[in-house]
C-alpha cells in the first residue's frame, strides 16, 4: 500500500513540476513569438460546429506599431483604466466588484488586461476555482516576463472582437473596412465599446447602447489626453525603450 501511495505521490508530483516548467517556457517564447490560434478559438469552432454552421474564423496577427494608438487608448479606457500602473490585479476593482456582488447586485468582473490575455492565450472560459487560480498563475508570469506593450499586442491580436472575428486588424477589416493602424478615435471606440460582449454586439452600425459607450469612452480618451504613455510609470532606473546605446 505504501508503495502505490508512493508511486501516485510522485506521478502527482513529477506532473506539477512539470506543468511549471512548461507554462514558465511558455510565456517566455509568447515574449517574443506571435500566438497563431487560442483556446477560446477553437471553442468557437467547435460550437460552430455543434450549431451545423461552417467555421467561421478571422485572425490576422500584426505588430503593436501597426494598431492605432487610438485603439489601445480605447481599451485601456474601457476595460482597465489602471493597466499602467498595476501588476496584473487592480485590488480596487476587485474589492469594489466583491461589495456589488455581495450587495446582490449585476455579477461584475473585475479581471484587469493582464488577466484576460492570461485567460484568452492559455485558458479556457468559466468561473472555477480551479481556472481562477491558474489565472492568477498566468498573470503573474505574463507581467513579470512581458512589458506592458507586449501584453497590449498579444491582448488586442487575441480577443474576440464579433462572432469568428479575433483580434485588432480582422475586427477592423469587419467593422470598417480599413486596416487597425488607420482606425479614427470613433473607430476605437466602437470597437471597445463591444468587448464585454462581442457576440451580440455590433461595433457597425451601433446601437444606442454602444453609441452611449463610445460617448463614455472618447471622454475617458479625453481625460488622457488622447494618448497611452506605456513609459509613465516605469521605474526611473529603468531605461527608456527609446534610449539610444551608448
Known amino acids: 500500500m505504501r508503495k502505490i501511495f508512493g508511486r501516485i505521490f510522485t506521478i502527482i508530483w513529477k506532473t506539477i513540476v512539470a506543468f511549471f516548467i512548461l507554462s514558465i517556457v511558455s510565456v517566455i517564447i509568447y515574449r517574443w513569438v506571435p500566438i497563431p490560434v487560442t483556446p477560446l478559438m477553437l471553442i468557437r469552432d467547435v460550437e460552430q460546429l455543434g450549431n451545423g454552421k461552417g467555421i467561421t474564423m478571422k485572425h490576422d496577427w500584426v505588430p503593436l506599431e501597426e494598431i492605432s494608438p487610438k485603439l489601445q487608448l480605447a481599451v485601456v479606457c474601457s476595460e482597465d483604466q489602471n493597466y499602467l500602473k498595476h501588476y496584473g490585479f487592480d485590488l480596487g476593482a476587485i474589492k469594489k466588484a466583491m461589495k456589488e456582488n455581495e450587495q446582490g447586485k449585476r455579477i461584475r468582473g473585475a479581471s484587469t488586461i493582464t488577466q484576460q490575455t492570461a485567460k484568452n492565450v492559455f485558458l479556457w472560459q468559466g468561473r472555477s476555482y480551479i481556472r481562477k487560480g491558474l489565472e492568477v498563475w ?72 454602444v453609441s452611449k459607450r463610445k460617448v463614455w469612452i472618447k471622454q475617458q480618451m479625453n481625460f488622457w489626453g488622447n494618448q497611452l504613455d506605456y513609459d509613465k510609470y516605469k521605474d526611473d532606473d529603468e531605461p527608456e525603450k527609446n534610449e539610444t546605446k551608448k
Open 138 to 209: 498566468f498573470t503573474l508570469l505574463i507581467e513579470t516576463f512581458w512589458s506592458k506593450e507586449r501584453i497590449m499586442e498579444v491582448y488586442l491580436n487575441s480577443i474576440e472582437m464579433g462572432n469568428g472575428i479575433y483580434g485588432a486588424e480582422a475586427a477592423s477589416q469587419y467593422w470598417f473596412h480599413k486596416s487597425a493602424k488607420k482606425l479614427s478615435k470613433d473607430d476605437a471606440a466602437a470597437i471597445a465599446a463591444i468587448l464585454p460582449n462581442p457576440l451580440r454586439l455590433k461595433a457597425n452600425p451601433a446601437s444606442d447602447y
